[in-house]
């Protein structure tokens, strides 16, 4: 298309535009492992990086998993993407394959739990961490090191919902020359792409909002083509050749996805495709639900707080709207009686309670007990979580429905 398409229809053509083998109006699903070649100067040239877009063994990547990497692309405006078996391989893969023993990270403190489980095992390899509130810029800057290589933040928190001051941090970065790393997968690109804040690196777990029915997992790296990786001294030299614009990517393909070997399947490739789809309506559509229920509870005298940045009284409010547009599909809320929130969840009828996000289904977990029972008191309090503090991630029900099923359990 000659003018920049809505993103609606981009997704309803990607495969179509990018083009899709005997007509298919979907990509085919590629389950070779092994790619064969006519001549063995064409392998050696796939294996050595001086022959583009080849395939060699699916650990690398195959014909359907290429596909999902240039729609992500597309929707986060970047240069190049990289997807991975799951979100947290995405994560792990940017933090072992770009920063090194002696290195320093700063990081939001309100990262996902696994992400902040990952902080501990970085600890013990020889990469120094510090987490820090990324709601002021200034607080990031006071953590800045002579060793420091990346800061790495959420868009949106979970379970939490605190906002970093996105522009004011990828500022910084570009001034000090430092790798940003943006996890965008509770907006998703949908609402918001991490390189209209300068980020390096925006990082999506398929999994959730993008995929969007919780039957595929996945995660991908988008390369925003923003970060000068000529300059970054911790590029192998075997990978320095070429466009210096991807040798970033380059170095975490062939250290995440060949060296540790966490590659996407070409059937979750398919179905993630496929599900990204519907991705702008299922958004629209979660987002307003969740806007009113949480307007309905903020109101609630059982309730003691709502978490959310689309609510007036949300810290952050301002900058989502600036942002965002919409506030997606999480929130939290915190029982004004902790002793209750067992027999609140149980006596619920439509949200299923569960771990994981971005559902069609709305999904409703405490979060104290389960997914940052692990991190204990001390980093629970850090992080502003509440004993009675319960995450619900919105699914495609009516509004109408939900504020019936919650009345009735809070009651």
């Not at 023993?101 to 489980?117: I, K």
């Not at 013990?124 to 820090?132: M, Q």
């Not at 030299?237 to 990517?249: H, I, P």
């Not at 307003?288 to 959310?308: D, E, R």
Request: net charge neutral.
């Amino acid at each position: 298309m000659k003018n920049k398409p809505a993103l609606s229809t981009l997704l309803a053509h990607a495969d179509r535009d990018f083009g899709a083998e005997h007509g298919a109006i979907h990509k085919p699903i590629h389950t070779s492992v092994q790619y064969g070649f006519e001549k063995v100067e064409d392998l050696i040239g796939v294996f050595q990086g001086t022959i583009k877009g080849g395939f060699n063994y699916a650990r690398q990547g195959t014909p359907t998993t290429a596909a999902l990497e240039a729609r992500i692309t597309a929707l986060e405006g970047g240069v190049g993407s990289i997807c991975f078996a799951t979100g947290m391989a995405g994560i792990c893969a940017t933090f072992l394959t770009l920063l090194k023993a002696g290195d320093h990270l700063v990081c939001s403190q309100f990262v996902f739990g696994n992400t902040n489980s990952v902080l501990g095992t970085l600890r013990g390899l020889g990469i120094e961490v510090t987490t820090v509130d990324p709601g002021q810029v200034s607080a990031v800057e006071a953590a800045l090191q002579p060793n420091t290589r990346m800061v790495f933040v959420e868009t949106i928190a979970n379970p939490g919902t605190q906002i970093p001051d996105l522009e004011g941090i990828g500022a910084l970065c570009k001034t000090r020359g430092l790798v940003y790393v943006v996890d965008n997968t509770i907006t998703s690109p949908a609402l918001f792409q991490p390189k209209a804040v300068g980020a390096s690196l925006s990082i999506n777990s398929l999994t959730k909002t993008i995929a969007g029915h919780g039957a595929a997992l996945g995660g991908s790296v988008t390369d925003t083509g923003l970060f000068d990786w000529a300059s970054y001294p911790n590029i192998f030299a075997a990978y320095r050749k070429g466009d210096a614009r991807q040798w970033g990517l380059q170095q975490i393909r062939k250290k995440g996805l060949r060296d540790m070997g966490g590659a996407l399947s070409s059937e979750h490739a398919h179905q993630i495709a496929v599900g990204s789809e519907t991705l702008s309506l299922r958004v629209q559509h979660s987002s307003a639900t969740a806007q009113g229920l949480a307007q309905w509870m903020s109101a609630h005298p059982a309730i003691a707080k709502v978490h959310y940045p689309g609510l007036a009284s949300h810290p952050q409010h301002a900058l989502a709207k600036k942002l965002f547009g919409a506030a997606s599909w999480l929130m939290a809320f915190e029982l004004r009686d902790a002793s209750r929130l067992n027999a609140v969840i149980n006596a619920l009828q439509l949200p299923i309670k569960a771990t994981g996000l971005g559902d069609t289904r709305t999904l409703i977990i405490p979060v104290a007990p389960t997914i940052f029972w692990e991190a204990g008191p001390q980093v629970r309090a850090q992080m502003g979580i509440a004993d009675g503090m319960v995450r619900l991630s919105l699914g495609l029900e009516a509004l109408d429905d939900l504020i019936a099923d919650f009345a009735q359990a809070l009651a």
